[in-house]
């Protein structure tokens, strides 16, 4: 399975980005999908799960209300809509395919993309 995460950028505070995330290779429509972020010096943390029907979603306390994760099975998508962005938001942000465990962590995921930079101007 192949990640290809697209759409960072730079974006004032109070903007708004949107990411995708293309999954290519052996893939199935079976698999919860996340996204997590880096910022520089700290750890990749969660952001946001999603279900592999895209009935349930999963957010982390700071980006509730303000991230949107959402999914396009047909087409083999996962995007995350970020609003009313702040500068914390600042790192590279990436999606990763949930094998088992917890959304919430690292652990539960394989097949990470390569990440796309977002940087949040104050």
């Known amino acids: 399975v192949q990640l290809q995460a697209s759409g960072g950028g730079l974006v004032q505070a109070g903007g708004s980005l949107r990411l995708s995330c293309a999954a290519s290779?052996?893939?199935?429509?079976?698999?919860?999908m996340g996204w997590f972020r880096q910022a520089p010096g700290k750890e990749r943390e969660f952001v946001a799960a999603?279900?592999?029907?895209?009935?349930?979603?999963y957010y982390t306390d700071s980006t509730k209300g303000r991230f949107t994760i959402s999914r396009d099975n047909a087409n083999k998508m996962v995007y995350l809509q970020m609003n009313s962005l702040k500068p914390e938001d600042t790192a590279v942000y990436y999606c990763?395919?949930?094998?088992?465990?917890?959304?919430?962590?690292?652990?539960?995921?394989?097949?990470w993309g390569q990440g796309t930079l977002v940087t949040v101007s104050s």
């Open positions: 999603i279900s592999w029907s895209g009935g349930s979603t």
């Open positions: 290779g052996r893939t199935s429509s079976n698999y919860a």
């Open positions: 990763a395919v949930h094998v088992s465990g917890t959304y919430y962590s690292t652990i539960g995921y394989a097949y």
